[in-house]
Nanobody, 126 residues
Framework: QLQLVESGGGLVQPGGSLRLACTASGFTLDYYSIGWFRQAPGKEREWVSCIDSADGSTYYAGSVKGRFAISRDNAKNTVYLQMNNLKPEDTAVYYC???????????????????WGQGTQVTASS
């Protein structure tokens, strides 16, 4: 059974850091494009970052560029999202998603990722 599990969320003061993890079971993550998304209360889900299966290129939404970093650890079958200088507007449920190869799209253009995790809450508040 293919499964994604997010972890690492929590409550942090503005300016603080968290590292989210997305761990896969039932398949090998390093062949997949992986995206991170978030959804705040009353808002639509938005794309945050992704790492492409073709060449490992990474991409970020403008609102997080320079503060967030996505990376893979193939040995642990895990993708991370390092989040620094968190702001109150980063508060949301964060989801990871995977798209199987071969992909016709660069990871930030994938119309619908195939597999999703259950989400982890991130709250930046004083």
């Amino acid at each position: 059974q293919l499964q994604l599990v997010e972890s690492g969320g929590g409550l942090v003061q503005p300016g603080g850091s968290l590292r989210l993890a997305c761990t896969a079971s039932g398949f090998t993550l390093d062949y997949y494009s992986i995206g991170w998304f978030r959804q705040a209360p009353g808002k639509e889900r938005e794309w945050v970052s992704c790492i492409d299966s073709a060449d490992g290129s990474t991409y970020y939404a403008g609102s997080v560029k320079g503060r967030f970093a996505i990376s893979r650890d193939n040995a642990k079958n895990t993708v991370y999202l390092q989040m620094n200088n968190l702001k109150p507007e980063d508060t949301a449920v964060y989801y990871c998603a995977a798209d199987p190869p071969p992909s016709r799209y660069v990871c930030y253009n994938i119309p619908q990722y195939a597999y999703w995790g259950q989400g982890t809450q991130v709250t930046a508040s004083s």
